[in-house]
C-alpha cells in the first residue's frame, strides 16, 4: 500500500466509505477542501472525527481564498443593489474568516 493511504499516525487506510450528496452539497465540500489545502479524503476524514483542519498556506490556498472573496464580493455586491442574504454566502464567509484568523495566529506564533 502507498503512503498516500496513511494518515499522520501511521495507521492503514484500507476501508472505502461512500455517501451520496446533493451537488450543492458537492459543491460546498469541494469549495472547502479547496480552502483547507487538504486533499478531500483528508478533509473529510478530519472533519467526521471532529479533529482540527490546520490550513498550511500554499499558493493553491491563496489561489482559492482569493477566489472565494472575488464571489462573496460579487455576492455582497448583488445583495447591496437589494437582493436578500443566502445561508451559504454566511456560511462561507464564516469559514473564511476561520481560515484568516488562523493564518494570522500561526503567524504570531512563530
Sequence with gaps: MSLKNR???NRWRNKTIAFRVSPEENEQIERYVKLSGLTKQDYITRRLTHKDVVVQGNPRVYKALRSQFSAVL???RRIEAGAGV??????L???MTDIMG?????DTHE
Design 93 to 95: 464567509i464564516e469559514m
Design 102 to 106: 488562523g493564518m494570522k495566529e500561526a
Design 7 to 9: 494518515d499522520e499516525h
Design 86 to 91: 443566502n445561508d451559504e454566502l454566511l456560511d
Design 74 to 76: 460579487d455576492e455582497l
